[in-house]
């Protein structure tokens, strides 16, 4: 333990909730809380969606798939909670055309992020851990994201879709308008059409660790192996002001179930208030205009490229609910290590070498030109989409994990030379 470092913890979080409650109105600092809340559960975890390819591919280890195929039903099932007996227009569903946009945009998401180690969510925690590699990526990112912006609005093979269901006519396909005579709405079939096919994708992943297992290829991955061969703490046996009771409420690392309820939990409060669910990487493009404003480029030139109103460019920054969380992400992350002890002795002062710096460029163009192509990141594309019953999630996903090895594989090839 180091003192010093986990009262800074604890002064970093009281600072954050008191100039929060000040200078934020209730529904921006809702916003605020959830933000901190999803970085804190990402980092205390271990979590992240770009390690569900990579840790597949570099270790062997397909717990993190798994876990996120457990997470996207559990909150599937939480947001029926929000969507029964409710017309789905009054709230803000990610049903997203399914397009060519959608497979393009995903291989190259997928293939920026094993570049990166990170994706949209991950390079807001990864500031915890490092400066100049996430600095860079999410530089490169939100370039990417603004080149993006007038693609995104303007190309037919981004905004139409293919195929579409009568209630997003046009639009996407909603799983429960597949089922016109289930007696709950659809709902229950969308549940089980999302369940099964969440667990034949873990059936999969299974299949994959398995084999890497017997071919003596299984590597693992440190974080998990931490948490699998950790005792259980019982609070019990020690006072409450005592070093063993700090570590198990503020150090020992969750088990990956713990961080995915928890972050199912703060999804379904979203949903619930703001009825919208996450998203990311929309904010990094205009803070790639903001920087552009900033350095003397009119903001008109800037928001006709963009084809964006003037407002999202020059509006306060607190304004923005997405900003905030996207802050409060990397706030919570920050908070989580200092609690733990790890924030000073995890920064990582590797230089970056011109090879990985052309790497990290090629990464964030990558990813933020792949969420516009897709409507979306791992959280927009995939995650959110999921949880609101749209079909083009489940296509992402498979588009993503291609994307992904491709990259690995490249990625291997570059490091080796």
């Not at 049903?95 to 807001?124: D, E, H, K, Q, T």
């Not at 071919?215 to 974080?223: A, F, H, Q």
């Not at 790890?342 to 964030?364: H, N, P, Q």
């Amino acid at each position: 333990m180091n003192p010093k470092e986990n009262l800074s913890g604890f002064a970093l979080l009281a600072a954050v909730l008191l100039l929060g409650n000040a200078l934020l109105d209730s529904a921006i600092f809702f916003r605020l809380l959830v933000g901190l809340g999803l970085g804190y559960a990402l980092t205390r975890a271990a979590l992240g969606f770009a390690g569900s390819v990579n840790r597949a591919y570099r270790a062997g280890s397909t717990r993190l798939m798994r876990g996120l195929m457990l997470m996207f039903t559990a909150t599937a099932v939480a947001s029926t909670a929000f969507l029964y007996n409710q017309n789905p227009h009054d709230l803000n569903l990610w049903v997203n055309p399914i397009n060519l946009g959608l497979v393009v945009g995903a291989l190259m998401f997928g293939f920026g992020m094993s570049f990166a180690g990170c994706c949209a969510s991950g390079v807001l925690t990864y500031f915890s851990s490092n400066l100049a590699r996430p600095a860079l990526i999410l530089f490169c990112f939100g370039m990417g994201v603004f080149l993006g912006f007038p693609l995104q609005s303007q190309e037919s093979w981004i905004t139409d879709t293919l195929i579409s269901t009568p209630t997003y006519a046009d639009k996407g396909v909603y799983l429960p308008d597949l089922f016109p005579s289930d007696p709950l709405g659809g709902y229950f079939g969308a549940i089980v059409i999302t369940a099964a096919l969440a667990g034949f994708v873990s059936w999969l992943a299974h299949r994959y660790e398995h084999h890497r297992r017997r071919d003596n290829t299984y590597i693992g991955v440190d974080s998990e192996h931490q948490v699998l061969n950790s005792k259980p703490s019982n609070l019990g046996e020690h006072p409450f002001f005592s070093r063993h009771t700090y570590e198990a409420l503020f150090v020992s690392r969750w088990s990956m179930t713990t961080g995915i309820a928890m972050i199912v939990v703060l999804f379904t409060l979203l949903m619930g208030v703001t009825g919208s669910g996450w998203g990311a990487s929309t904010p990094f493009g205009l803070w790639f205009g903001r920087l552009l404003i900033l350095i003397g480029i009119d903001p008109a030139a800037v928001a006709a490229f963009a084809d964006r109103p003037i407002q999202a460019f020059t509006m306060p920054f607190l304004s923005h609910p997405v900003n905030v969380q996207n802050m409060g992400i990397m706030l919570g992350s920050v908070v989580a290590l200092l609690l733990a002890g790890r924030f000073f002795s995890g920064l990582s002062r590797m230089r970056l070498t011109a090879r990985e710096a052309g790497m990290l460029v090629i990464a964030g163009l990558a990813m933020g030109l792949g969420t516009r192509f897709a409507n979306g990141c791992n959280v927009g594309a995939l995650f959110t989409p999921i949880a609101n019953f749209s079909l083009s999630g489940w296509i992402f996903l498979v588009f993503m994990i291609a994307g992904g090895v491709i990259g690995n594989m490249l990625g291997r090839r570059i490091q080796a030379a």
